[in-house]
T-cell receptor
Framework: AQKVTQTQTSISVMEKTTVTMDCVYE???????LFWYKQTASGEIVFLIRQDSYKKENATVGHYSLNFQKPKSSIGLIITATQIEDSAVYFCAMREGNTGANTGKLTFGHGTILRVHP | GPKVLQIPSHQIIDMGQMVTLNCDPV?????FYWYKQILGQQMEFLVNFYNGKVMEKSKLFKDQFSVERPDGSYFTLKIQPTALEDSAVYFCASSLRDWGGDYAEQFFGPGTRLTVL
């Protein structure tokens, strides 16, 4: 069974700094996909970035990047030059690979609250 | 980005009543999902749906739950009868399938907050 663990309950940083949020996962599949979403104060859930397990290069989108350490089953999210509006709850999620038994469902971690202060 | 709409945003009902939550997925998406989020906790998968059929459901998807998408209109989650423990925010999501046959990222609606009294 899949499991996603985010050990950091909350993080506070100053604006314009870099923050890293941790996530470790468990899966029996050799192929899987990892995602980060953020949930804003209004409840909106926004897709941020994705890492496919077979790709060695860390994904980067805008000021989001990933630190994918496959041997450690770890997928950290790095946000550079943080802004006040980055304050949100960040969820790590995993989906198992593209075999017949897998249906695309996501397994989420408990989330990390990020507070960015001026 | 692509938008998923959900109606209503908030529903308050008495225990035992029926409720239908509506989702308007992204227009060209083919895979549809419902997730449940209890306040302060992570989202948990309920069910997914493709080509008129349930593909997979979790243990949270009780017998009182059903989903359908009649004639390509709203993707609905019906709960009949409702119970107190059904109070939560229900998120709908939709996705495509990549050219390589993989499931693309899911896009989420804003959620429906269901309160069962």
């Amino acid at each position: 069974a899949q499991k996603v663990t985010q050990t950091q309950t909350s993080i506070s940083v100053m604006e314009k700094t870099t923050v890293t949020m941790d996530c470790v996962y468990e899966t029996q599949d050799s192929s899987y996909f990892l995602f980060w979403y953020k949930q804003t104060a209004s409840g909106e859930i926004v897709f941020l970035i994705r890492q496919d397990s077979y790709k060695k290069e860390n994904a980067t989108v805008g000021h989001y990047s990933l630190n994918f350490q496959k041997p450690k089953s770890s997928i950290g999210l790095i946000i550079t030059a943080t802004q006040i509006e980055d304050s949100a709850v960040y969820f790590c999620a995993m989906r198992e690979g593209n075999t017949g038994a897998n249906t695309g469902k996501l397994t989420f971690g408990h989330g990390t609250i990020l507070r960015v202060h001026p | 980005g692509p938008k998923v709409l959900q109606i209503p945003s908030h529903q308050i009902i008495d225990m035992g009543q029926m409720v239908t939550l509506n989702c308007d997925p992204v227009s060209n998406h083919l895979y549809f999902y419902w997730y449940k989020q209890i306040l302060g906790q992570q989202m948990e998968f309920l069910v997914n749906f493709y080509n008129g059929k349930v593909m997979e459901k979790s243990k949270l998807f009780k017998d009182q739950f059903s989903v359908e998408r009649p004639d390509g209109s709203y993707f609905t989650l019906k709960i009949q009868p409702t119970a107190l423990e059904d109070s939560a925010v229900y998120f709908c999501a939709s996705s495509l399938r990549d050219w390589g046959g993989d499931y693309a990222e899911q896009f989420f609606g804003p959620g429906t907050r269901l309160t069962v009294l």
